[in-house]
C-alpha cells in the first residue's frame, strides 16, 4: 500500500526502492516502472498500469473550473452507485485541486536505487528500535492479533514501519481531493473514479470523516496506506469501537493489516524465508525468486542456511538473489509472497520480511551486498537492451526498464559466455556486453 498504489504493480524488481509515504509515492509514480509496475497487484495496488506509461498520451488538464466541472460529471456516477446526496455534498465541500499531484506524477529519475540502499532506509537501526519500541507499547494488541489472525507482531509492526515509518508520515494529502484530482487528469480516470466511490462508501459508513481522511498523493490511507477498496474489503475494528480507523487506532491499525494478510493467505507458523549460502558451481538460472521446489529438493542442490541450522519449513520455497551471484541469497517461501500481495515489489517484501527479523532481535544479513556494483542509468540499461537485442538475445524491447525479459537476455548471454547465469543487471555485466561485440 505504498503511495505507488497508482501505478501497477506486477513486476516486482529488486533494484527499486520505494520510499516512505509521500516520499514514496512520488518516486513510485515516476519510476513505477521499475519496481511496482505492473499487472496485478496486490489489494492496495491502486490500479494498474504505469502512469508513466499513460503520461505522455495524457491531455494534462489543471483548471480548477475543469476539476469542479469533472466531480460535478462524478456526481450522478456516486449517487447512482450508493451515496446519498448530503455524503457527496459533505465529501466534496472544501475539495479542490490538488497541482501538486500533477507536477509529482511526472518525474521520471533517471537512476533507480540499488536494492542495498533501498533495504538501509528500510531497514535502518533507527527503525528497527522505534519497531521494537512500537511493539513493547502495543503489545497486548499485536498479541490479540496474532491469536486472531496468525500473523506475528513482527510482521505487522514491520509493515507499519514501511508504510508510514510507523504513523509518522503516512501522508496530507485530503483522500478525496487526490483521487479527484488523478479523475480529473485521465490518466488512471477509471481506476479513480472507482477508488473515489470506494472513499464515498467509508464516509458514509462513518468510519472516518471526510477532513480526516488523509493519505498519500495516489490515494493511499493512514498508517499502513490501504487504498479504499483495501479498507472496504480487509479493514477491522480493532478497538471496538464500531469505527475502522486506520488513521488514529493503533489497534484498527495492527488489526486491519492481520487480516489484510490473513485474507491474503498468510500461513500462521511459517517464516518468510531464510538467508542461504550457495556451494560452488551452483547453477544460478535456478535463482530466479519464481521456480518453486521443496526445500529437501534445494538441500540437495547444496543449499544451506547461513546461520548453520537446518533449513526451515517453507511451502514453495523459491531462490531469491536480489543482487546477484555475488549477494546475499534467500531461500523464500508462502508468507513472503503474501507479503507481495500487499505491495507487489520484491525489495519491498525483502524490507517488511528483514524489518521483522531485526524487530524480533534476530541477526539481518549475514552476507555483503555488492556494493561496488554502480547502478546502471536508464539510458544505458537501454543501451543495453539495444545491444542484447542486436547480438540475437531477445531483451523483451529497449525501453530502458530492467524487467524478466531484460534479465532473460542477461542469462543467456552469460550462460553463452561462461559466466554464472544470476540475471543481475550492473555496470559489470554491461561492460561484458560491450567487449563482446
Ligand atoms: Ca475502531
Known amino acids: 500500500m505504498m503511495s505507488c498504489?497508482?501505478?501497477n504493480r506486477t513486476r516486482a524488481t529488486l533494484v527499486q526502492g520505494t520510499t516512505l509515504g509521500i516520499a514514496a509515492g512520488l518516486l513510485m509514480l515516476g519510476s513505477s516502472v521499475d519496481a511496482r509496475t505492473v499487472e496485478s497487484s496486490g489489494a492496495n495496488s491502486a490500479g494498474s498500469a504505469t502512469a508513466t506509461q499513460q503520461a505522455g498520451a495524457a491531455q494534462q488538464s489543471n483548471s480548477?473550473?475543469?476539476f469542479q466541472q469533472w466531480v460535478n460529471n462524478f456526481r450522478p456516477y456516486a449517487l447512482s452507485h450508493g451515496i446519498s446526496a448530503a455524503t457527496f455534498e459533505r465529501a466534496f465541500r472544501n475539495a479542490r485541486l490538488q497541482t501538486s499531484i500533477l507536477n509529482l506524477s511526472r518525474s521520471q529519475p533517471e537512476f533507480v536505487r540499488p536494492v542495498w540502499e533501498y533495504l538501509d532506509t528500510a531497514v535502518s537501526d533507527t527503525r528497527v528500535s522505534k519497531g521494537k519500541q512500537m511493539l513493547a507499547q502495543h503489545r497486548a494488541d499485536f498479541n490479540r492479533a496474532q491469536q486472531r489472525y496468525g500473523v506475528p507482531p513482527e510482521i505487522i509492526v514491520a509493515i507499519w514501519g514501511m508504510e508510514s515509518n510507523y504513523g509518522a508520515n503516512f501522508g496530507n494529502y485530503p483522500t478525496?481531493?487526490?483521487?479527484?484530482?488523478?479523475?480529473?487528469?485521465?490518466?488512471?480516470?477509471?481506476?479513480?473514479?472507482?477508488e473515489l466511490l470506494e472513499a464515498l462508501k467509508i464516509i458514509q459508513n462513518g468510519d472516518i470523516d471526510h477532513d480526516q481522511m488523509r493519505g498519500s498523493w495516489a490515494g493511499a490511507m493512514g498508517n499502513t496506506q490501504f487504498m479504499p477498496s483495501s479498507f472496504n474489503s480487509y479493514a477491522v475494528d480493532g478497538d471496538g469501537d464500531g469505527r475502522r480507523?486506520?488513521?488514529g487506532s493503533i489497534p484498527d491499525v495492527i488489526a486491519s493489516t492481520a487480516n489484510y494478510l490473513k485474507a491474503n493467505g498468510w500461513h500462521a507458523g511459517e517464516p518468510w524465508g531464510v538467508e542461504v549460502s550457495l556451494p560452488q558451481g551452483f547453477n544460478y538460472s535456478l535463482a530466479d525468486g519464481k521456480q518453486q521446489r521443496a526445500v529437501s529438493a534445494w538441500q540437495q542442490l547444496g543449499v544451506r542456511a547461513t546461520s548453520g541450522g537446518a533449513l526451515p519449513s517453507l511451502e514453495g520455497a523459491a531462490l531469491l538473489l536480489p543482487a546477484g551471484a555475488k549477494g546475499p541469497a534467500f531461500l523464500v517461501g508462502h508468507n513472503f509472497r503474501t507479503i507481495l500481495r500487499y505491495n507487489n515489489s520484491t525489495s519491498y517484501a525483502l524490507g517488511v520480511s528483514l524489518l521483522a527479523q531485526r524487530v524480533a532481535g534476530q541477526a539481518g544479513v549475514q552476507a555483503s551486498w555488492p556494493r561496488s556494483q554502480k547502478p546502471l542509468s536508464r539510458t544505458e540499461i537501454k543501451q543495453l537492451q539495444q545491444q542484447l537485442t542486436a547480438m540475437g538475445y531477445d531483451a523483451g524491447g529497449a525501453d530502458g526498464i530492467v524487467g524478466p525479459g531484460t534479465r532473460d537476455a542477461v542469462r543467456q548471454f552469460q550462460r553463452a559466455h561462461g559466466q554464472p547465469a544470476d540475471g543481475f543487471i550492473s555496470q559489470e555485466i554491461k561492460r561484458q556486453v560491450d567487449a563482446a561485440r
Do not use: F, V
Not at 479523475?183 to 480516470?189: D, P
Open 64 to 66: 480548477a473550473s475543469g
Open 245 to 247: 480507523d486506520i488513521w
Open 5 to 7: 498504489r497508482i501505478a
Open 176 to 194: 478525496i481531493d487526490a483521487l479527484a484530482t488523478i479523475g480529473y487528469n485521465g490518466r488512471r480516470e477509471a481506476w479513480a473514479k472507482s
